[in-house]
């Protein structure tokens, strides 16, 4: 196993490159265990993202319409006023690694999962079954400086080993790939390639477009996921209701997702999922070489695919 300190954090927090992919020891020792032990079910819907790709929302769009007939938005005891999304839908690599093999049978179907991990390290029974997976990712650039300031929130103050690395040494290791999870393009052209070989197993979407127009890719999740809405529940105003709900004005101002302390993943707190949530804001951070170098990679990268950002 080769290592590298994560770009993201210190000297002392190493990612390991497995089958061409960085993982932090952790997370890989999670996707192992799941790749032993986990038995995907026909039902299953799995969620995957790269790190700052828009994970908690996705989260929380697809608890909300798989769960629209339990819970309505109008709802107070609706989950997510009460809970971030990170504590509803799990990440595979998280709970195998906190139990290496966990009982997950009895939670209620459809069961919702997420995952950060390429299609080639999916336990397989998630790619026999007739399990659906949802794929969502985001610029690279807006990427990087979500990563960036994560990285600053998560880390150690009180740890004098625990100090970011300078912004270009992280710019020029995410360039090449020395990312959670990473490299990007690797993990994005394989789930965009599969979502055209076999559309019914992989839907393939970006952050970008979910900002610019919630309704029309709410409706494209229902449908993939077998659930579409129905003419009386949009008339009714409830896929609306649902973007409402999710969306980051709501979610980031609930008293849960505000304060500091209250965590439901690790030990990132729930508020640290919630920074601006806009498109675009690399304008305000990258240099003009960092924009030159990282769209060069892009370019070079994933040209062929036809997969652009705006
Ligand atoms: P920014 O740092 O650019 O604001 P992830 O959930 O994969 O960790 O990604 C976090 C990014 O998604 C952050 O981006 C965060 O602000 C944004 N985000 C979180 N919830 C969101 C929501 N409901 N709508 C839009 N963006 C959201």
Known sequence: L????????STSDLLYLYNGFWY???DLEGILAAQQHFQAQDTDIILVTTPKSGTTWLKSLVFSITNRKQYTVSDQIHPLLTTNPHGIVPFIEQIYYDNTNPDVSHIPSPRLFATHVSYTMLPESIKTTKCRIIYLCRNPKDIFVSMRHFGAKIISPTNPACQLIPVEEA??????????????????????????????????????????????????????????????????????????????????????????????????????????????DWKNHLTDSMVEQIDQVVEQKLHCSGLTFK
């Open 24 to 26: 932090a020891p952790e």
């Open 171 to 280: 710019f020029n290791k995410f360039c090449r790939g020395v990312t959670w999870f990473g490299p990007f393009w690797e993990q994005a052209l394989e789930y965009c390639e599969l979502s055209l070989e076999n559309p019914d197993k992989v839907l393939f979407l970006k952050y970008e477009d979910l900002k610019g127009d919630i309704i029309s890719q709410l409706k494209k999740i229902a449908v993939h996921l077998g659930c579409p809405f129905s003419l009386k529940e949009e008339t009714e105003g409830v896929i609306d209701g649902i973007a409402r709900m999710c969306s980051f004005e709501h979610l980031s101002n609930l008293e849960v997702n505000k304060v500091t302390g209250v965590r439901s993943l690790w030990m990132v707190d729930n508020k640290d999922f919630f920074r601006k949530g806009e498109v675009g």
């Open 2 to 9: 080769e290592s590298l300190p994560s770009e993201i954090g």
